[in-house]
């Protein structure tokens, strides 16, 4: 079974400044899914960002970018020019890459709450 | 666009109770989920449907019962209510093949917060 591991309780940026979460996950498959999704006091849960395994490109959206270490398991998010919308709690999450069977869901960590300081 | 609809968004029961999660989806994805969150935890997932007819246990399904008789609707039914699950529930779904990559993003409704008392 996967686990996803997510040190950091909380975090706290100056708004405008760059803030890194960290997302560890351990799984023996070579290839995989990896999702952020932030989830503010609404309680929605927003996808930020996905990576496949087997693409070595880090990906971005806008702000929002990642450092993908496959050999060390680690997917850490990076916002740049943090806004006070920023604020929320981020969660990171597994899927294998194939369908089927028991590896259809997302495996989540316990999350990261962020908090943007004006 | 719904996307995926949550029904209720809050109830509270009291220990023994039965009641029913609605979950519906407009979107026609194969796929549906439900997950729990506990507080200050991540989600966990408590069953999970490939189709209309077919569905299968997830990490934590136990206390739980889940049907899906059409493609939009995916119901989880909890018979004897405990406090133990008091906590968020979320209904997603994704549309893929089953056996072919799975890139889908999941959509997530707004969530059900019970309390059981």
């Known amino acids: 079974a996967q686990t996803v591991t997510q040190s950091q309780p909380e975090m706290s940026v100056q708004e405008a400044e760059t803030v890194t979460l960290s997302c560890t996950y351990d799984t023996s498959e070579s290839d995989y899914y990896l999702f952020w999704y932030k989830q503010p006091p609404s309680r929605q849960m927003i996808l930020v960002i996905r990576?496949?395994?087997?693409?070595?490109q880090n990906a971005t959206e806008n702000r929002f970018s990642v450092n993908f270490q496959k050999a060390a398991k680690s997917f850490s998010l990076k916002i740049s020019d943090s806004q006070l919308g920023d604020a929320a709690m981020y969660f990171c999450?597994?899927?294998?890459?194939?369908?089927?069977?028991?590896?259809?869901?997302?495996?989540f960590g316990k999350g990261t709450h962020l908090i943007i300081q004006p | 666009n719904a996307g995926v609809t949550q029904t209720p968004k809050f109830r509270i029961l009291k220990i023994g109770q039965s009641m029913t999660l609605q979950c519906t989806q407009d979107m026609n994805h194969n796929y549906m989920y439900w997950y729990r969150q506990d507080p200050g935890m991540g989600l966990k997932l408590i069953y999970y449907s490939v189709g209309a007819g077919i569905t299968d246990k997830g990490e934590v399904p136990n206390g739980y019962n889940v049907s899906r008789s059409t493609t939009e609707d995916f119901p989880l039914r909890l018979e004897l209510a405990a406090p133990s699950q008091t906590s968020v529930y979320f209904c997603?779904?994704?549309?893929?093949?089953?056996?072919?990559?799975?890139?889908?993003?999941?959509?997530f409704g707004d969530g059900t917060r019970l309390s059981i008392l």
């Open positions: 997603a779904s994704t549309k893929h093949r089953q056996g072919e990559y799975s890139n889908q993003p999941q959509h």
């Open positions: 990576q496949e395994a087997y693409k070595q």
């Open positions: 999450a597994y899927r294998s890459l194939y369908s089927g069977g028991g590896a259809d869901g997302l495996t």
